[in-house]
């Protein structure tokens, strides 16, 4: 799960294929990788990804700002590792 | 002719209010009189250490109390505040750092692009604020917090007013050509008195502020707030519009303001309804337009607060029209009318006015009017004639007065609270090895208003794909320039001389 989120990152919003690119702790927020709608996109992608469903209110940078913390949100909702 | 500056508007507020939060960030609230007290005292210290009334310093810092402050403090000493784009790259910040000559540069110690920055010849001073990050090393620097510890009551004095320059805004940064605003003492000051006229902001104003205070829109708020001894929480990223609405709800502001695109993420991606948004008395807008169904929407969710559509430039310190909210309704889709202080005139293509009714560019005469811009005296002069601004925006005027923008500067992107200019990324992405032309152009986008989009000739087995082109975009510029689709065309398509017809490639 934690590889699938970091690739989907990696290509989309930092278009490398270099791992070390991106910290897993890394806030979006802080950083700036992610913009407004790459926030959607990344939304779409984990609710078809990981059949979750993600409402407006699960969007808060502690379910959603960083590779860890999406990592968490997705094992809350259920999603196996 | 008032010779009152933005300096001595802090001032006024920090005697009358000294206990009152200017400014609040996370759990951190700075009153007044400490707001005072740390402009005081960079100014007294820029002042000691040598700087002349008209030396540049430059300001790379994310919305915070110490931006706030050191905008003041370097207005205070004489200085021209040249407040830079926190997501521009060192190489767009190296370039408009040389432009202005600055002699100093206060800046986060966390900004990503310090190290690259630094790593270029230059010669400012440096100033940073916050903790230095491990491993960063700063050749001799001052630390902005150790400036303010150290100071014994600052004595806050305007060292410059009037015509005198007060700041340089850069809209582009091509190392051909950057653009800098500049912008006096009075531009400032008469812009914020007539924004003040007509929105009527009370003492106890709480506003929370999402808009970059580098921007004049940001810029405008600041200053507006400070002016009045209102209060500005800070919240600096749209990502999460949920933070956003709940902390309106959480420190009962009474103000908000966005363009387009905050409207449309809040509306589309938070529920607004679930939000106590009662202590809300006004909302403005500007930064090109929000279709009406959303501002529909907005009002239908908020009916109690007073909504402002407003149109300006940066060109113009921030304003140069607004629409009485209680004419919204009646007048849907207008700027509105020039606010105080500020003339209009619809002309054609060899300046004159043309007749009622008719579609004509917006010329605008006033105190708010730039000097110009940065040592470009052929830019300024084909956009400052005789004294009149010339915005590049078409609008028709009704029979009360009232505008309507129907075309804007062709060429320019807006993309959320961004404005684009082309040449920034085609200058970019032309040092990619395999480009032979590129031309980039503004694409549609719901929730942006705008995109950038890139498209390119390149060289036969250059090997040259999007990924490529992002990546190498990624480095050298903001994120929000990273054009969001590149294609890829045998040519582009050209007018007789030449000219790229960019409309084709949208």
Known sequence: MREQVRQFILENFLYTDDGSALRDDASFQESGIIDSTGIIELVEFLQDQFAVTIDDDDIVPENIDSVDAIVGFLQRKGCQA | MSRDTLVHALARSAEACPDRAALILGPRAVSYARLYHMAAALAEHLAARGLAVGDRVAL???????????????QAAGGVAVALNVEAKARDLGNWLR?????????????????????????????????????LDVEPHEAFGDIVDAAHE????????????????????????????????????????????????????????????????????????VAVGGTIVLENSLLYPQRVLQSLARHRATGFSGVPSTFTLLLGRARVEAHDLSALRYVTQAGGPLAPSYI????????????FVM?????????????????????MGSVG??????????????????????????????????????????????????????????????????????????????SGAHRI??????????????????????????????????????????????????????????????????????????????????????
């Open chain 2, 421 to 506: 200019h082309p040449k920034d990324i085609e200058e970019a992405i032309s040092e990619l090895d395999g480009v032979v032309e590129v031309a980039v152009v503004g694409v549609p986008d719901e929730l942006l208003g705008q995109v950038v989009k890139a498209v390119i000739v390149a060289a036969p087995d250059s090997g040259l794909d999007e990924r490529r082109v992002k990546a190498h975009c990624r480095e050298r510029l903001a994120q929000y320039k990273v054009p969001r689709t590149v294609e890829f065309v045998e040519e582009l398509p050209k007018t007789a001389s030449g000219k790229i017809r960019r409309f084709m490639l949208a």
């Open chain 2, 60 to 74: 790379l810092s994310r919305n915070s109390p110490e931006y706030a402050a050191a905008y003041y403090g370097i």
């Open chain 2, 311 to 331: 149109y300006g430039q940066t060109e113009a310190s921030a304003r140069l029209t607004w629409l009485p909210p209680e004419r919204l309704d009646e007048k």
């Open chain 2, 296 to 307: 529909r929407r907005w009002r239908e969710l908020v009916p109690h607060a007073r909504f």
């Open chain 2, 337 to 414: 009318i020039p606010i105080p202080g500020v003339e209009i005139e619809l002309r054609d293509e060899h300046g004159q006015v043309v007749p009622e009714g008719e579609t004509g560019e917006i010329w605008a005469r006033g105190e708010n009017i730039m000097q110009g811009y940065w040592r470009n005296p052929e830019r300024t002069a084909e956009t400052i004639v005789d004294g009149w601004l010339r915005t590049g925006d078409l609008a028709r005027r009704d029979a009360d007065g009232f505008l309507y923008i129907v075309g804007r500067n062709a060429d320019m992107i807006k």
């Open chain 2, 154 to 225: 600052p004595r806050l004095a305007a060292r410059a007013a009037g015509d005198e320059l007060a700041a340089i805004i850069y809209t582009s940064g091509t190392t051909g050509e950057p653009k800098g605003v500049t912008l006096s003492h009075r531009n400032l000051y008469a812009n914020i008195q007539s924004i003040l006229s007509y929105l009527r902001l009370a003492d106890d104003e709480i506003i929370v502020n999402v808009l970059p205070f580098y921007y004049s829109y940001g810029n405008s708020i600041l200053h507006t707030h």
């Open chain 2, 99 to 135: 432009h202005c000559e600055a002699r100093w540069l206060i800046a986060d110690a966390r900004h990503p692009e310090l190290p690259q920055l630094l790593a270029q010849p230059h010669d400012w001073c440096i100033i940073l604020i916050g903790e230095v990050p491990p491993g």
